[in-house]
């Protein structure tokens, strides 16, 4: 079992920046890669951003792409989602989840953990 804690959520005015935390605990000792979605309510869970176990490799939505910058520390077990040039359609609740097949990372059927959720405001 893996257990996954995100922080780092809140409320910020457009054109802002905030930065995301997910740690993991439990049997981290697996390689996982681990993805960001968010969700709005009444909305499908979408994917935002994903990063390979190594770090070599990063995946970003095009709606992201270029404000977003996903990494990770593999000896803090934490990964960070760095978010610039926030705009208000990013409001969402944010979850942070891990993979451990490599693959799939922006599907949600693909993730085997996932975080509780951290809110996201970004007022105009």
């Known amino acids: 079992q893996v257990q996954l804690v995100e922080s780092g959520g809140g409320l910020v005015q457009a ?3 905030l930065r995301l935390s997910c740690t993991a ?3 981290t000792s697996s390689h996982y ?4 979605f968010r969700q709005a ?3 499908e869970r979408e994917f935002v951003a994903a990063v390979s176990w190594s770090g070599g490799s990063t995946y970003y939505a095009d709606s992201v792409k270029g404000r977003f910058t996903l990494s990770r520390d593999n000896t803090k077990n934490t990964v960070y989602l760095q978010m610039s040039s926030l705009k208000p359609q990013d409001t969402d ?3 942070c989840a891990a993979n451990h ?3 799939g990372l922006q599907s949600t059927y693909a993730y085997d953990y996932w975080g509780q959720g951290t809110q996201v405001t970004v007022s105009s």
Request: aromatic share 16%.
């Open 15 to 17: 054109g802002g920046s």
């Open 93 to 95: 609740v944010y979850y």
């Open 101 to 103: 097949l490599g693959s």
């Open 25 to 27: 605990s439990g049997r």
């Open 33 to 36: 890669a681990m993805g960001w």
């Open 41 to 43: 309510p009444g909305k």
